[in-house]
């Protein structure tokens, strides 16, 4: 910890000529901590704070057309605009939080579920981890063509398989109704064995002794894995739903390479990230579409800061 | 080694807003003041971005003359149209001088390039060349190139709605169907969708249809607009709704929203359908037996007619430009001119590449690569043709959006007057919105 020194200074607030304090090691280490910040902040402010402030300023204007075309201030009309449309930007937000509770939730208990499974080493354990790590290794638009094929309700192998049950053919991506639900189930085919790998490094730095005090106790399995081991994981937990959660709040490739522009015909998966691309690529309309992007962008912290604060609250 | 941590104090707080508020207005101002300067180093090549299209391939294969002529490498990227507009996009928003040659659709892009400046005027140069005669474009592709009165593309593929009808199937019937009620009865009465097999596919997506749906909506005797003013929910439009609707919904495959050419073009091709109304540049499709089924039963049949006649559309699919801020521009010319000269035009024509050019298409030479009877389709749709098959304005993306939905709403079922009337209203206020951004400011 260090002292806060009060320095000597005139009324203007700069220090007297020739009263400059003296060179100290710890003076130097400060300015040299900037000076082996500076990379790292130089390519945060280009690279983050710039396109954001860029971004909130192109907001707060009627950018339409090119973004370097003439633009004239508008305030907070955008943002109004935006909030008042219930055409388009309100259900792509209901869109967008029901997409992301539903599939975050069913790939956190499959992927817990998962976790648990493998934490005990069993034959071919190393054979059913590199199965399960290929979904993520594959890129997003590979996986929604490949599952716009397997889904395609005339030609597709997934109809034939049902048919060959008994069961009746389905349009699945087709679908107004069905699409989002689908859409859902391909990010949990995606995106579990992720949560898997996260809670497995978890389990694995659990201590064993309060399980077993537990068995001792005569516990069973579901009460230590209630009242032992999932209070233990619970920060790790925490932390990967968070994760999750803003990477499913900003999913945007496989509804696109699936549904294509606005999120199919009836705009059935138009989440706020596909809305905005719209209005960006589709429509030029800058200015609307930075505006619903800040908007989108403080959804997100918020989103953030009230599982942080949840998590804060259980782990006290 | 101690370490300290001081918060930031307001002061350095202000210091470092302000900085990046000017870095952010100096952006803007440094980007509204970008203009075109420089010159282009002797050993750049001219680029061409293109469309992922039987056209690119046929040109990239004889670029060579052109490079010993013009002295420079023709370097050709080819993309997919979606791709192409959201690479103009990001490149021409930063006055990008890495593209030369723009293959873009006039009938999608061009009012808005034309809007932003970035398109570079070529009236002289196409005007002014009488050995390029820019009188021989037909009339409906030319006028398309020209915003307000100056040439911004040149036509290099031109496109009409072809039916691709099963030979085999309308035999029963006496040939395939001439008017567009004929079209659904007979798609009726064809359809057997328990067993897999489709009377008509089609185009289903709110946007991708709309353009095959313009040729429904000119043979009821509608419009998009008229004069200036929508006109998607008249008797006439709300017919052609629903005839598509039905189509689709009574006779189509499951999931027909969500189908573009990508999925309806395959259903077809594979033997499920027995009608499709799609462009008539991807006939090939279903004569390459590795992927079609139906290469000996496929017929190719004028537009039915409606109670307007037949009016299919005859547009200008793809055209060339010269990005404004290109340095290359009297390169990016030469690769036009030669892209686009009589002698050229004839010769892709042949390979069955339809251009834009009256001469290639009254030379019958140039005709034999097609199929007889699609060679005869085509030149009847030309003749009753309209240049469009979108609205025609700024914001043509969203324009579609709107006009889809009562298409959408047709295929699905629901009752289109009603919906219609309702996207009619948001059509009007779109254009007002539309023409307000025309006006310069």
Redesign the interface.
């Known amino acids: 910890m260090t002292a806060t020194q009060t320095r000597p200074r005139t009324t203007a607030g700069r220090r007297p000529p020739g009263n400059r304090p003296p060179r100290t090691f710890e003076q130097a280490n400060r300015r040299l901590k900037w000076a082996m910040l500076a990379p790292a902040l130089g390519f945060v402010g280009l690279m983050i704070v710039f396109p954001l402030l860029f971004t909130l300023n192109l907001g707060f204007t009627d950018a339409f057309g090119a973004v370097n075309a003439d633009k004239s201030w508008i305030g907070l009309q955008n943002f109004q605009d935006a909030l008042a449309d219930s055409r388009r930007f309100w259900p792509a937000a209901q869109r967008t939080v029901v997409f992301t509770v539903g599939a975050v939730l069913i790939e956190t208990v499959l992927g817990l579920a998962l976790a648990m499974l493998m934490r005990k080493a069993f034959r071919g354990m190393r054979w059913v981890r590199t199965i399960l790590i290929i979904p993520l290794l594959t890129t997003p638009v590979a996986i929604g063509i490949l599952w716009l094929l397997i889904l395609d309700p005339t030609n597709g192998i997934a109809n034939h398989l049902l048919e060959s049950v008994g069961l009746p053919p389905q349009e699945f991506l087709g679908s107004v109704s069905q699409s989002l639900p689908t859409l859902m189930l391909i990010d949990v085919w995606q995106w579990t064995p992720m949560m898997t790998l996260l809670l497995l490094a978890g389990l694995s730095t659990l201590p064993e002794e309060p399980e077993e005090a537990a068995k001792v106790d005569g516990a069973d399995a579901w009460q230590r894995f209630r009242h032992v081991v999932l209070p233990m994981l619970w920060p790790t937990l925490m932390t990967a739903l968070v994760l999750r959660s803003v990477d499913a709040l900003k999913t945007f490739d496989i509804l696109y390479a699936t549904k294509g522009p606005g999120g199919g015909s009836d705009f059935e998966a138009e989440t706020l990230n596909v809305y905005a691309y719209g209005l960006t690529f589709d429509y030029q309309e800058y200015g609307l579409a930075s505006a619903v992007l800040v908007l989108f962008t403080l959804f997100i912290i918020g989103v953030v800061v009230l599982l942080r604060r949840r998590a804060g609250k259980k782990e006290a | ?2 370490t ?1 941590s001081q918060p930031v104090s307001r002061r350095s707080f202000g210091k470092l807003a302000a900085v ?2 000017a ?3 100096g ?2 101002a440094l ?2 003041c ?1 203009t075109r300067s420089g010159t282009a180093s002797p050993g750049a090549p001219l680029r061409v971005m293109a469309i992922n299209h039987v056209w690119s391939h046929a040109i990239s294969g004889r670029v060579a003359e052109l490079e010993e002529r013009i002295g420079r490498r023709v370097s050709i990227t080819m993309l997919t149209a ?1 791709q192409l ?2 690479s103009y ?1 990001v490149k ?2 930063a ?1 990008g001088t890495d593209v030369d040659v723009m293959m873009v659709r006039a009938l999608q892009e061009q009012l ?1 390039f034309a ?4 398109l570079t005027d070529l009236t002289d140069r196409a005007r002014g060349d009488t050995a390029y005669d820019w009188a021989d474009f037909q009339d409906a592709p030319r006028e398309r190139s020209v915003t307000d009165g100056r040439v911004l593309s040149i036509p290099v593929v031109t496109e009409r709605p072809a039916l691709y009808y099963r030979k085999d199937l309308v035999e029963e019937f006496g040939g395939p169907p001439g008017t567009l009620e004929d079209l659904l009865e007979m798609s009726l009465e064809l359809a057997d969708r328990r067993r ?1 097999f489709f009377g008509y596919v089609g185009r ?5 249809a709309v353009s095959q749906w313009s040729s429904f909506l000119y043979s009821f005797g509608g419009d998009f607009t008229v004069d200036g003013r929508s006109a998607i929910a008249t008797p006439q439009a709300i017919a052609a709704y629903e005839l598509y609707g039905g189509l689709l919904e009574r006779t189509g ?8 050419l990508e ?1 309806a073009m ?2 077809f091709a ?1 033997g ?1 359908a027995a009608f499709y109304v799609d462009a008539d540049a991807i006939y090939t499709n279903f004569l390459d037996p590795k992927i079609s089924t139906v290469q000996d039963t496929v017929g190719f049949a004028p537009f039915p007619a409606g109670p307007a006649g037949s009016r299919p559309h005859n547009i200008p699919s793809w055209s060339l430009a010269v990005n404004e801020f290109s340095l290359l521009r009297d390169d990016a010319w030469e690769f036009i001119r030669w892209a686009s000269s009589p002698e050229m035009v004839a010769s892709l024509q042949a390979e069955g590449i339809p251009g834009a050019r009256s001469s290639a298409w009254s030379d019958r030479a140039t005709l034999t690569s097609f199929p007889a009877d699609l060679a005869e389709a085509m030149r009847i749709n030309a003749e009753n043709g309209l240049g469009h098959d979108r609205p025609e304005v ?2 043509v ?2 324009a579609r ?1 709107i006009v ?1 939905r009562p298409l ?1 709403a047709g ?2 079922g629901k009752s289109v007057p009603g919906i219609a009337r309702d996207a009619n209203a948001e059509f009007d206020d779109f254009l007002v919105r539309d023409n307000r ?1 025309r006006e310069p ?1």
Request: proline residues 5%; positive net charge; glycine residues 14%.
């Open positions: 080694m101690s300290s990046a508020a870095a952010v207005a952006g803007s980007s509204s970008a979606d507009a959201s996009n021409l928003n006055s808005l809007h932003n400046g970035w897999g289903g997506q709110r946007s991708g495959p499951p999931g027909a929203t969500n189908m573009s999925q395959p259903i594979q499920k700024l914001q993306g969203r959006d889809g959408v295929i699905l951004h400011r």
